[in-house]
């Protein structure tokens, strides 16, 4: 509960993030500053911040966490089994084109492994434990995390054959100016990986805006416009054609990454192989 509040900033953060009541944290984290005879928090309006001394002890509670973890899998694979609870937050296109059509795969070989999928990436810290592993556009500002590059992918543009044939084809950019073009809804855009192809937005007339790619991709494929997605993806959907290959095409990276103290727990450690796997797999859509 200690490592709770001070991840979360908390205690009301904290209790949320456990599924307890709000009193039970502050019973438990009173209890141990007792048993401690240390002021380890400090309690504000704003949340609770870490005394000098709460900070000194958030290092060994770490410690702790880290290496009950480890014996915990340990045990487990004393029998060769992989086994307990792995969260993977990702970008929302990587785990529904990627993770979610090869999952069986995974629990196929380890029954006793539970994977949580996340489809969103960016608000997860890892090193408040917010999840074990994530896949993100960007590389990682946090310096304590292990990261490794997954793979390069390229974007591109795409309509429905239905969509050419009732509108035409579309030999240029500036053909764009009389197209829909589908995009993101311009308050979620939020960071510069998704401004890919602005230009072309703006260029284009006002068409459908959706949060996510997901919602984008079924327009697309049912015929309401141009869209801008993986290649990867649209490559495996014979309902689409991709247009002006030469002149529109960008490029983008998934980093995947991990808390130091996790990268070798075996259950972490087969859905890191599991990933790296299935981005192999598809490698020549990439």
Not at 179 to 187: G, K, P, S
Not at 223 to 249: C, F, H, K, T
Request: with cysteine; glycine share 6%.
């Amino acid at each position: 509960m200690f490592l709770a509040v001070a991840r979360q900033g908390g205690l009301a953060a904290a209790a949320h993030s456990l599924t307890v009541n709000h009193t039970t944290v502050a019973r438990r984290l009173s209890a141990l500053e007792s048993e401690l005879g240390l002021r380890l928090v400090v309690r504000t309006t704003a949340g609770a911040a870490l005394t000098p001394q709460g900070s000194e002890f958030l290092r060994y509670a770490e410690r702790m966490e880290a290496e009950t973890l480890a014996a915990e899998q340990s045990l487990h694979s004393l029998n060769g089994s992989v086994s307990g609870k792995v969260r993977l937050a990702t970008r929302e296109a990587f785990g529904a084109w990627l993770v979610c059509p090869k999952i069986h795969m995974l629990l196929q070989r380890h029954p006793d492994l539970m994977l949580e999928l996340v489809s969103e990436a960016r608000a997860v810290n890892l090193l408040k434990r917010d999840a074990e592993l994530t896949v993100t556009l960007s590389y990682p500002s946090q310096n304590r995390v292990v990261v490794q590059k997954l793979t390069d992918y390229r974007l591109g543009l795409f309509a429905s054959h239905g969509y050419l044939q009732e509108h035409g084809p579309i030999d240029s950019v500036d053909d764009l100016r009389n197209r829909d073009v589908i995009w993101y809804l311009d308050d979620v855009v939020d960071i510069e990986e998704q401004r890919y192809m602005q230009h072309i937005v703006t260029n284009s007339r006002a068409g459908f805006r959706a949060s996510n790619i997901l919602a984008q991709y079924v327009a697309m494929a049912a015929g309401v416009g141009v869209g801008i997605i993986p290649v990867y993806q649209a490559a495996q959907d014979p309902s689409l054609v991709r247009i002006l290959p030469d002149e529109v095409e960008e490029m983008r990276t998934y980093w995947l990454s991990v808390h130091p103290d996790s990268q070798n727990l075996p259950n972490v450690r087969a859905v890191i192989d599991f990933l790296i796997e299935i981005v192999r797999e598809k490698k020549h859509l990439f």
